[in-house]
């Protein structure tokens, strides 16, 4: 016998090790070293919490009590993934394309980003994950008291709750740590992931060795075991053809329904291909996980004392003959088992929850709607760990509540059948673009509420809400609607009699009403691009050029997707338009990548209605209703060579015309410049020659004449210093500049630069903010010159900032092999419209009385940054006027 | 004498200097530093004479300058303009919009004086 403690610390360091493993693979990940955590296997081994602790000592139990019938809980996930794996590729196929972070989502996006279908099945699931959720807390608790004392009788339990709730609160703290790191559901939860191809790898080498053991140790080899099967009751079996069919197709149902098979399968999905993969090895690791199945049944029927439970013959066989370390391994792998598909579950729901129930909520009662960041993305993590909390206690109450009740045995087929009713809806909306929001909807509600009145209500046995009255009468005596005979249709297996009444009504409902109703642009948009999603991979299209400024929306997409993910995907957007910065044109196309990367974060239908705030008009143009009408696949490829050569042409006179404004321009440019220099030198000239003729003339008082000459030796200066500026741009300009490079502390330079500056205004008290530890990092540039552009970048803060009470924000951070350094006020920014001006030779915003310089600063800084091989770039939204200076960390080799 | 003069010009010590000359003289001047709010200016004191800078920040004196013609109350005022930019463009530029004289910058203080008591009649 193990003892108890023995138990519980094996137990702990398992975890811990779990623990470690995920976040090794977290770091492994930020490193960029992914490549091994996204191979097939690992996405095999994950695919297999299908493989709860229900499987695990379940399997065995449901052999010794229904001889081969367990067989179909593997068969129906093994026909899927050989025989429809081009079924689950559509699936992965949609869900890359339009990001979708669930199947509620996946639900909603499909019918016009509906809200209600995606709290619809959030619904579903969430109640049908509830008692299964209890199930693996059960089992986790039953398999403690098996070591705890002497062997359990039956499901009863002793005094367990505590050891339930620890489970729950650990697995609460697991979850959040690893499951909400990320808000992306898109992006892998890569520590997540590995933790469970783990314990994958666990469950199955425990479930062997007990086999092996129990084949060749305790019996005496395979003929052995066959001549004990042979004798045993299980050899009578009889097979019930109807319940075969009716499993084997419920359990194939699950695997695409399960939110946390949808998890593993779609979302974390990192590559197509591992599809292939997995649709061989899946079904063999099922093989190898039922291989010893009957056996450990058999055995364990004749060696055990009469009345064991049969549920825990993985765990009590070793016991008997005193294995305790085998023991113990069967006993990690159970935990595996329980742990991994809670985990996992509790991600799925808490997505589901936060995107189709909290956010929308957050987005109707809020004042102001998604203009205006705020911090969404606080707020939806939140809500994630919230959610996680929640469904974790839901699964614990549920269990404290039910007691341990024996139907808790069968309650892992009842999610099934409730999780199934997302079925039509789902294989509708991927095949048949007939399918209606509407339809959805009736078929969803129809088969979740039969599902919920004659199967899952029931389950709580005589003593749970339906009396036993009401299950031989029918509720107020209507004998058609008993719940386990409706229609008058009695003397079926309750759980057929569900499954076939709850799916038929559903989906005779989907279609009846699906063909009764139209569906909205919306929603023919989106059937057209799941339904096609291999014909045209290009995302749907669904805005029209709005009145969006680019900065709010900038604005609102730091707030959900985080600062650097945002600017980053503005600049590549922009970059793609061939536009420098981080503001791209706001076109459709924008808008409908802007959208599908919030869906990756939010889910569709708060993605789309976030979105929809800031479009102008119409969602849907008549082209894109065009498009969805002329598919005759002929036309379809006819036009798009027509489109390609017409767009080769209009690329080419493109460019054409762009060559020529360039040139214009830049003959503008330099006239413009021209006059402008003759502007700055003649200004101080004039207060020069006028003072100076005055002074010349005599006959002034002594205050007066010093006065005068002050003016004149201080516009000498501004003109000195003007003529410093022109010849140092044009230096930098032509590029031959002397840089002399030197390694420096970026803290020691910033710290330069403050000073050099606090001259400017010097009488405004102006508030620095600065993040010392991150500032100090080794820099290789030409120390001077990057310490004049701070002190620029810093002189206009002091001088230009017009917030009440100035502030500055430095912020240094390294990303990639670039040092960035920010410089942020709190003051009213630069319009949008001068944001690319500012950079511009002479280009003054305001009045030149307070400016003093010439307009050349940062003219000046961009030239020096382009010759540091860096840059220097102005970053809207950030609340004020805020300045990017960017450099390689390492010194770059000179370029021939 | 109590003619007055409207000075329209953004440069502190251009402003100083220029006072300086014509108040010497005799001159009532007045200043405005601001293009966008010149004409409510102008319209507030109508002047003898009006002294107006081309680069102006708000609004350019040319812009200003072919406001007042239009105008019929404004249309006979006397307007100099002052221009840093100096090339022959600027000039025309400034005659098409009505100026009746024009100095480049820098000037001769005894040009400005000259120019001004011109254009009023002294």
Not at chain 1, 212 to 229: E, N, Q
Not at chain 1, 281 to 299: D, E, N, Q, R
Not at chain 1, 339 to 368: K, Q
Not at chain 1, 662 to 680: P, R
């Amino acid at each position: 016998m193990v003892p108890f403690n023995l138990l519980v610390a094996a137990c702990l360091i398992y975890v811990i090790l779990l623990f470690l493993v995920a976040f090794w693979a977290e770091q492994q990940a930020r490193l960029g070293r992914v490549k091994w955590l996204r191979s097939p296997v690992v996405y095999t081994l994950s695919l297999s919490i299908y493989c709860t602790a229900w499987t695990f000592y379940g399997a065995v139990g449901y052999a010794a009590r229904s001889g081969l019938e367990f067989v179909t809980i593997y068969l129906g996930p093994t026909l899927v993934l050989i025989g429809w794996w081009w079924v689950l590729r559509k699936l992965v196929r949609i869900g890359r394309t339009q990001r979708v972070t669930s199947i509620a989502d996946l639900i909603s996006s499909r019918f016009g980003k509906s809200n209600l279908l995606g709290v619809i099945v959030t619904l579903i699931c969430v109640v049908a994950a509830t008692p299964y959720i209890a199930l693996q807390l059960q089992s986790v608790t039953l398999s403690f008291n098996v070591f705890a004392g002497p062997v359990p009788e039956g499901w009863a339990l002793r005094d367990s709750n505590s050891t339930a709730l620890w489970v729950a609160a650990g697995l609460t703290l697991f979850t959040i740590l690893f499951g909400t790191r990320n808000l992306d559901a898109n992006e892998r939860h890569n520590g997540v992931v590995t933790a469970i191809a783990l314990e994958a790898v666990v469950k199955l080498v425990a479930l062997l060795a007990v086999g092996v053991f129990t084949v060749w140790v305790v019996a005496s080899g395979p003929a052995d075991i066959l001549s004990r099967i042979e004798a045993s009751d299980i050899a009578d079996w009889q097979m019930q053809p109807g319940r075969w069919a009716g499993l084997t197709f419920l359990a194939g149902a699950a695997i695409l329904t399960l939110p946390r098979m949808f998890q593993v399968m779609v979302v974390e999905n990192a590559d197509e291909r591992h599809m292939a993969t997995a649709s061989w090895a899946f079904p063999l690791y099922l093989f190898a996980m039922s291989l010893f199945v009957v056996p450990i049944a058999v055995v364990g029927l004749a060696v055990l004392p009469a009345g064991s439970n049969p549920d825990l013959f993985v765990l009590t066989l070793p016991l008997a003959f005193d294995q305790g370390g085998l023991a113990m391994l069967a006993f990690l792998g159970g935990f595996s088992s329980a742990t991994s598909m809670v985990i996992v579950e509790a991600i799925a729901l808490a997505t589901m929850v936060s995107n189709h129930i909290v956010m929308p909520l957050w987005l109707r009662f809020r004042t102001g709607g998604a203009r205006g960041a705020g911090d969404v993305r606080g707020l939806v993590l939140n809500a994630r760990r919230l959610s996680i909390a929640g469904v974790l206690a839901l699964g614990y109450a549920y269990f404290a509540l039910s007691g341990g009740s024996s139907a808790l045995a069968a309650i892992g087929l009842i999610s099934f059948v409730g999780v199934a009713q997302i079925l039509p809806a789902m294989l509708g909306g991927l095949f048949w673009r007939g399918a209606t929001r509407i339809g959805a909807a009736a078929g969803l509600l129809t088969g979740f509420a039969i599902w919920l009145y004659a199967l899952f209500l029931p389950s709580f046995g005589a003593g749970g809400l339906f009396g036993t009255e009401l299950m031989l009468q029918g509720p107020l005596g209507i004998g058609w609607l008993r719940p386990q005979a409706l229609f008058g249709i009695g003397g079926i297996d309750p759980l057929l009699h569900a499954l076939f009444w709850s799916l038929s009504l559903n989906t005779a409902l989907f279609c009846a009403v699906s063909l009764l109703t139209f569906p909205g642009p919306m929603e023919r948009l989106q059937g057209v691009a799941f339904v096609n999603v291999f014909d045209h991979s290009g995302p749907t299209r669904g805005w029209s050029r709005g009145g969006a400024e680019a900065e709010d929306l900038l604005a609102m997409a730091q707030g959900i997707l985080g600062a650097d993910e945002a600017q980053g995907f503005f600049q590549a957007q922009a970059a793609a338009q061939g536009k420098a910065g981080f503001l791209p044109d706001t076109t459709p196309e924008f808008f409908a990548a802007l959208e599908r990367r919030l869906a990756g974060s939010v889910g569709a239908a708060t993605a789309h209605a976030m979105i929809a705030q800031f479009a102008a008009g119409a969602a849907v143009s008549v082209q894109d209703l065009m498009a969805v009408a002329n598919e005759a696949q002929q036309i379809m490829e006819y036009s798009s060579q027509l489109e390609a050569k017409s767009e080769e042409l209009a690329r080419t006179a493109r460019a054409l015309s762009e060559a020529n404004e360039k040139l214009q321009a830049l003959s503008v440019q330099k006239d413009a410049f021209l006059s402008q220099i003759s502007h700055e030198l003649r200004t101080p000239m004039t207060s020069i020659r006028a003072f100076s003729e005055i002074l010349m003339e005599g006959g002034l008082e002594g205050p007066d004449q010093a006065r005068y000459a002050e003016i004149i030796h201080d516009e000498t200066i501004r003109l000195t210093r003007l003529l410093d500026d022109l010849l140092d741009l044009s230096v930098l300009e032509n590029g031959r500049v002397q840089l002399n490079v030197q390694v420096a502390n970026l803290h020691d330079l910033i710290d330069r630069a403050l000073q050099a500056a606090g001259q400017t205004r010097a009488e405004r008290r102006f508030v620095i903010h600065r993040d010392l530890p991150t500032e100090h990092m080794p820099i290789f540039t030409d120390t001077d010159r990057l310490v004049q552009v701070f002190i620029n970048l810093i002189s206009n803060a002091r001088k230009y900032c017009d917030a009440a009470r100035p502030e500055l924000t430095i912020k240094v951070r390294r990303r990639g092999g670039q040092i960035e350094v920010d410089f942020i006020d709190n003051g009213s920014g630069i319009p949008a419209g001068s944001q690319s001006l500012v950079f511009e030779k002479f280009a003054r915003l305001t009045d030149t009385t307070r400016a003093g310089g010439a307009g050349l600063g940062l003219a000046i800084c961009r030239e020096i940054m382009a010759n540091l091989g860096g840059t220097i770039t102005y970053v809207p939204g950030q609340g004020g006027a805020a300045f990017r200076v960017a450099l390689p960390a390492r010194r770059q080799r000179e370029a021939a | 004498m109590d003619k007055r003069v409207l000075l329209i010009e953004d440069e502190p010590n251009i402003i100083e200097a220029i006072r300086f000359i014509l108040a010497r003289d005799g001159w009532a001047v007045a200043t405005h530093s601001d293009g966008e709010t010149a004409l409510t200016a102008i319209r507030a004191s109508v002047p003898d004479v009006l002294v107006l800078d081309v680069m102006l920040p708000g609004r350019s004196g040319f812009d200003i300058l072919a406001d007042l013609r239009a105008d019929p109350g404004l249309q006979a005022l006397p307007v100099l303009m002052l221009t840093a930019k100096g090339q022959g463009r600027a000039r025309d530029a400034a005659e098409q919009a009505g100026a009746d004289r024009f100095l480049s910058k820098p000037f001769a203080n005894a040009e400005v004086l000259a120019t001004v008591r011109e254009l009023a009649g002294l």
